[in-house]
């Protein structure tokens, strides 16, 4: 019988292997400096289709086809399919997923989605369900931007809080078996909203819940932060990456040294003019497939915090004068047990 | 260990009960009949709220709240929140749960989510990571129709195959121990898409993925139509119902008799001018935790097998010049072992 762990924490009993990853990105985060990490680097944002939103139904489906290739797997092996994206009803998975033969679960958590499917996944292959899951989500940035603020072509300008969607997707699929790294614990958040209204500023509306998952994560599991080489966040960017360090601080957990996040690393964030950094769904997850895998895989990384973080609005809840709801999932993973 | 069998199902080897399950309607719902089955019935659809969202945001808390009260629980004795609902970005279900003090999953599979929400609440529940998950889903008319059709204001005409989207919700809580009904199976689907394009036929577009849903849940468990007392689907109505029959008695599976459908039932199909029935997530979650739970107690039924139907589109991919992809769930559910 698997194990829970305090409040909101599952310790697994046979921690799942992630056996492979892919990432495939666009061409503004190829030019950032985590470019060397990436599976594969487009020069065209359409990818040959004619919109937006098919483009990212194609990254996240070559993403899928690229980790099933590194696992030497088929789709007919893969068990549960768990994924999402931010386009409205999530067709970017949709769409990407009704080619392939296997059963589906979809996801809507924001941003925080990759760590959603990471921790459903795990539970579904720990608990032996399933022998292979496959756990992926993707962003755009155009799809974004015009679903969530203007058309590309109106070319507003940004605020200095706000945050540039990644294009990009990130795929990870776990196995029952397996010599690691291991998902060996999952912390999974509830939603958190302090009455932060400024959908400029998704930092701030998600640094909250992050600060809360966090804590409990060390409550529950008895860990410090000396216990991991790397919390990472995705993707509370410039703005949101210190209030959630102060919040920890002021909470008597320092964690300033160990906390990176990926709304941080993708951009070189002065040089490519993106204010407070990345964000969106791909972020988090083509970090953590590309960067944290592949330094875990090398053995440069052994014990990691990943924790995705999500804004739960939409435009119309905003425009009714409603708060933004946040959300933060965590996933303890280990080069060995 | 939990035991997989054959392609897509899952045979729990510690089953999970359903402990207790709550309904709130909307007044056209409490005009149909089966409205002896719903806890409450609402006179008005803004529920005292300002905006359509916020009252279908209120319809879910609520119906979490008297299936907490019901069941005799708190939030904190919740250990996971399994929820969605068709507004984008699954505003519904993420503003209802902020006031939770409980970990959260948010889903999207249109109108599958309700067998979706109850299919992963099994899986965590059996395998015994929660004690005790809250599976919920909610749809509103005036939401649905302003979102994927038109302005209510504009009055448009309806073809003979559209849906009318129920204004209700339901939802279950799923325990570790307890002497039944039980979910004992479940058969989790894939994405089917066969190049349906109608938006105002979704019963059509969703017919193949419950047949292939089916019929895999009968191959991998053995299982026959004459095992069941009640096989629901939901939401297929007039249209989507005849076909999937039909597919079935093809395939040398008889269904007929066994089978009703969630948006046929909630409605007087001609005397509630509903065209081809009702739909929505709130359809068959509704008559799921109402209809279906009570007379699981009562003893008039004894094995139900319950498959939501869901369409995966949204109004871009379809102007867009796409189809629209299907899914289904199943999910077996015992009045005793």
Not at 193 to 215: R, W, Y
Not at 228 to 237: A, E, N, P
Not at 244 to 272: E, R, V
Not at 313 to 331: C, E, K, L
Request: aromatic residues 10%; hydrophobic residues 35%; charged residues 20%.
């Amino acid at each position: 019988m698997n194990q829970r762990k305090g409040k909101q924490t599952v310790e697994f009993k046979n921690p799942s292997t992630i056996l492979q990853t892919a990432s495939i990105v666009g061409k503004k985060e190829g030019d950032g400096p985590m470019n060397e990490y990436f599976d594969y680097i487009l020069d065209d944002d359409y990818w040959g289709e004619k919109t937006w939103e098919k483009a990212e139904s194609k990254f996240q489906k070559k993403t899928a086809e690229l980790a099933m290739r590194k696992a030497q797997l088929t789709d007919k092996e893969i068990d549960y399919i768990f994924a999402g994206d931010l386009i409205n009803q999530c067709v970017g998975a949709n769409y990407a997923m009704r080619d392939f033969d296997a059963s589906f679960f979809g996801l809507y958590g924001a941003c925080s989605t990759m760590c959603e499917s990471l921790s459903l996944g795990a539970m579904v292959t720990s608990a032996g369900y399933a022998e292979h899951s496959l756990c992926i989500t993707s962003s755009h940035f155009c799809t974004a931007e015009k679903q969530f603020r203007f058309p590309l072509e109106y070319g507003g300008q940004r605020t200095p809080t706000s945050q540039w969607t990644v294009t990009g997707s990130g795929c990870a699929i776990l196995t029952s078996s397996g010599d690691g790294p291991y998902i060996t614990h999952i912390t999974t958040g509830k939603i958190v909203d302090m009455g932060v209204c400024d959908v400029n500023n998704m930092g701030a509306a998600m640094a909250p819940a992050s600060a809360d998952t966090l804590i409990t994560h060390f409550e529950d599991t008895g860990f410090t932060p000396e216990d991991y080489d790397l919390i990472l966040t995705g993707d509370l960017g410039v703005v949101g990456s210190d209030i959630l360090c102060d919040a920890l601080n002021q909470k008597g957990y320092d964690i300033y040294k160990q906390h990176k996040d990926a709304g941080k690393m993708i951009f070189d964030i002065k040089g490519q003019d993106v204010h407070a950094g990345g964000s969106g769904c791909g972020c988090c997850a083509s970090i953590f497939c590309g960067y944290v895998f592949k330094e875990l895989k090398a053995g440069n990384l052994n014990n990691v915090l990943v924790m995705a973080t999500g804004a739960l609005m939409n435009t119309m809840t905003i425009q009714q004068g409603d708060s933004i709801p946040g959300i933060a999932h965590a996933v303890r993973v280990c080069r060995s047990l």
